[in-house]
DNA sequence: AATGAATGAGGCTTCATTCAT
DNA sequence: TATGAATGAAGCCTCATTCAT
């Protein structure tokens, strides 16, 4: 089964550590409240109250706020972006496009999906990434291995069939990325609604051209 | 004279405003502050002692802590980034460029000075809007109207001369500035830096195959 | 004027710190709570409400509970002690005694009556003195200078007149102390009460056998 | 076999009370927590974990963490006290000096080092004896009891010899304490060590003087 | 206009104690 | 009997804000 939200993704995950059900209300809740409010604007008795527990609990494994913190980072780094990355890539590489063109758009579609479901939840570690260089560059890791790798063997494949611009394939991911976050980030912002089916054609077409064999 | 970082041009708006030294004290200490540690971690005492001055004075002006982020934001979206904008727009549609490729070449090349220059300060506006959805329309509407419009004029004539795709202008802008910012931003988040020249020359090479006209 | 309690001294010297009348409210409540229930045992909660001021208060200028204490401690080394020290052997000093055995005698008393009067601030001093080593060795720097130093133009006498036996100061100082002290301690510790007429006459026949030239 | 130190004591007193091995785990456990941090800076959670048992196991027997004072304490003056006096009286007793100033020496000495090795725990039960004084008073008896009895006989023998003043002997031990307290403390205190050779000769020497007979 | 002492609500955290398993 | 998760009261401390001077 593929996901595309992160919620749910985390929640699942938190399945596989040693939590109690309390815990794992905590983990969720706090995501829950830092998605909305921010780190610094969720109390944690806002926690406690919404996980439906006492404060002492919330306090019991993790021992400090910012321990509920590295409890949500942690696991989101190591199990839910990694899977979320490798469903995506997944899918990608066993799946057979007739064109580059035809595979860029579904890959573009994809994408925009996931980004727009898991807009809150991307805040936190936007906010993380902001102020945290450790866990910039472990994102900046996961993105080499989990994305520019899998997507390598497929990205060459069009090299070799003179669809796709004979760049380093970390460059051309670049372009890729940030033309997506170019559509999705105003509208996350803005709160605003996106055409997906529109604003994924626009990019591809875009794409196309920027990344056309010379 | 044009300025190619925020804190030395907001310090100079406050020039304009009817404020006493100690409130400009207060505001030019404030975003050191938010800027350097974000809002919520910024404390009123903090602020106070920057800037010189007792709290009973910060709260003069202005009434509440909110109002001081308030008071910064407003000269930003009023003053400090029209001026930014402007001086921007002013030097792109004075110059003649020999082509639509020098053109490209050059904004790519300006701003990302600026925005490698002002990554700080930006941080709390992106934190802001992140928050705060009137400043991202605000923000919304400043780019509108600052960067799309002026540079509509310069823009049409490329496109009038087959050098520019005619894809409506707010969409060419779109991908010009997230290329950049794709090229700015994994610097800025990993503290590492950034070969402009070479960075500006790639950017410039993907956007003019991107852009050209069919 | 002399003194022969230790929180009257205290009130008396916290004139000379620049604190606030609410600030004054705050070590004076403290130094009673203290010495009644111990430090742990003490809420900032009950300073406040003892002092008569908000908890606010009572951290603006101690910044930790720890503070309070370092900030009754302070004054007391450097002057509570001090003072009391120096109005004793003043006394002492300038009253002249027909021999060795009404000298002897009378300092008992003194002292006795001293110690007793000030035995639940003691109590805070002691507490301080087991745990900090710091502060042990500043009480020890003190009894060497204020006590075992002004005494000695005394003792020197008598020893030259032959009523004191010939040993080091620090001896005798030791053993006058510790005999003194064996007297008021149990009686302090047991709640129960000193006839101080009677234990200082057997002290002072006790140490004058004990310290009688060879 | 005869003991110098309380720690060793008490471990064995445990033994003859029925006391699981967690039970007995948790009291030396929390002796030593008590002796190093104080009672109130020890956490129950800090007591499970070097007892190596779980907190529940730690309220199954001592009811509170009072509780577990008490039983400490209780042991203490009915066992480990009693035993380390009878102890020392006994052989005080049981041996035979040449004279008083052997004997008050050989128990001067004797005592400097049982009050050097223990001092740790002597601390827990300072500070309960300020703090509580029905403890204070059982303390009080056991000195009556134990010390006081026990040494009279020996005593007595040195007053018919005329070797010793015809003082009572509470007040005679009282002196010899207080001299030995006088030596131990301060080195204590101030975390100095003590030349038990030179302090016990020192001790004796003004201690022979002061109890010589009229 | 400027000061800074004072406030009190609320935040994070600890810890003795209980109870279902 | 032993466990350890759970509790909630209470502790220490911060901070935006007010107000008399």
Redesign the pocket.
């Known amino acids: 089964m593929v996901h595309n939200d992160i919620q749910t993704l985390f929640a699942e995950s938190l399945n596989e550590l040693k939590l109690?059900?309390?815990?794992k209300a905590v983990l969720n809740a706090s995501l829950k409240l830092f998605s909305e409010k921010g780190f610094?604007r969720?109390?944690?008795?806002?926690?406690?109250q919404l996980a439906?527990?006492?404060?002492?609990?919330?306090?019991?494994?993790f021992?400090?706020?910012?321990?509920i913190l590295t409890a949500i980072i942690g696991p989101f780094i190591q199990q839910v972006m990694p899977k979320a990355a490798t469903e995506f890539t997944n899918e990608v590489t066993h799946t057979s496009y007739p064109s580059f063109g035809e595979f860029l758009h579904a890959i573009i579609k994809d994408r925009m999906v996931f980004a727009l479901n898991s807009m809150p939840q991307l805040r936190i570690i936007l906010h993380e990434v902001i102020t945290n260089q450790a866990i910039a560059t472990g994102f900046s890791h996961l993105f080499e291995n989990l994305i520019v790798g899998p997507l390598g063997q497929t990205l060459k494949h069009y090299q070799e069939e003179k669809q796709l611009v004979d760049w380093p394939l970390d460059r051309i991911i670049r372009y890729v990325a940030t033309t997506v976050m170019g559509y999705v980030l105003p509208a996350a912002l803005l709160h605003g609604s996106v055409d997906i089916e529109h604003a994924s054609r626009e990019a591809t077409e875009f794409l196309l051209k920027g990344l056309k064999p010379a």
Chains 1, 2, 3, 4 share one sequence.
């Open positions: 109690t059900e309390k815990q610094d969720t109390s944690t008795s806002d926690i406690a439906g527990v006492s404060e002492g609990t919330v306090y019991k494994q021992k400090t706020k910012e321990g």
